[in-house]
């Protein structure tokens, strides 16, 4: 199975200040069809998980362009460019090239 | 308006059987994969299993393989989760979730809770 690390599992951010999420994965995630499904999901408290962003870098429609993703192979990104206080919540990356499809930890975003 | 509205959680004791069920609305149902994802009590998302449009193909966790059954009918628009041999470690929110747009899933249920415990 293909092991998702994400890093920092837990980040304090000032409002207004930027934010920025790794994610690793143990083999690479370039499909065979040449496409990298990596996708990352938030999860506001007490809500199911909410696609952000596709593919690496793809941003789903109605997702704040504050939110950007950015990656290759193995190592990715997901960069929030200045926090509001409506981004508190968990942050999962999950990889979809190779069943079974796996979860980071989790990244805990809260607000100092 | 896609909707996806789980139910059929609840307490069981070890050993024990659950059938979830996610029933849908607002898409071609029968035209997507579904999928299943579980959250333990505080923890992470997991993938759990996921069918193939016409139900032909299947896939699991190995930790619920031979123990949890996915399928779906197309003519009523629902998936379920036939759970068996259920253990502590099962102990979950259980959320369907589809990917019409975007691969594997951009919409999700609320999730259902499924607690084992004697």
């Known amino acids: 199975d293909i092991v998702m690390t994400q890093t920092p599992l837990s980040s304090p951010v000032t409002l207004g200040q930027p934010a920025s999420i790794s994610c690793r994965s143990s083999?690479?995630?370039?499909?065979?069809?040449?496409?990298?499904?990596l996708n990352w999901l938030q999860q506001r408290p007490g809500q199911p998980p909410r696609l952000l962003i596709y593919k690496t870098s793809n941003r789903l429609s109605g997702v704040p362009d504050r939110f950007s993703g950015s990656g290759a192979g193995t190592d990715f990104t997901l960069k929030i460019s200045r926090v509001e206080a409506e981004d508190v919540g968990v942050y999962y990356c999950?990889?979809?090239?190779?069943?079974?499809?796996?979860f980071g930890q989790g990244t805990k975003l809260e607000i100092k | 308006e896609v909707q996806l509205v789980e139910s059929g959680g609840g307490l069981v004791q070890p050993g024990g059987s659950l059938r979830l069920s996610c029933a849908a609305s607002?898409?071609?149902?029968?035209?997507?994969?579904l999928t299943w994802v579980r959250q333990a009590p505080g923890k992470g998302l997991e993938w759990v299993a996921n069918i193939k449009e016409d139900g032909s193909e299947k896939y699991y966790v190995d930790s619920v393989k031979g123990r949890f059954t996915i399928s779906r009918d197309n003519a009523k628009n629902s998936l379920f989760l036939q759970m068996s041999s259920l253990r502590a470690e099962d102990t979950a929110v259980y959320f369907c979730?589809?990917?019409?747009?975007?691969?594997?899933?951009?919409?999700w249920g609320q999730g259902t809770l499924v607690t084992v415990s004697s």
């Open positions: 999950i990889q979809a090239t190779q069943l079974p499809y796996t």
């Open positions: 979730a589809v990917g019409i747009q975007i691969w594997p899933f951009d919409y």
């Open positions: 083999q690479s995630l370039v499909h065979s069809d040449g496409n990298t499904y």
């Open positions: 607002g898409f071609t149902f029968s035209s997507y994969w």
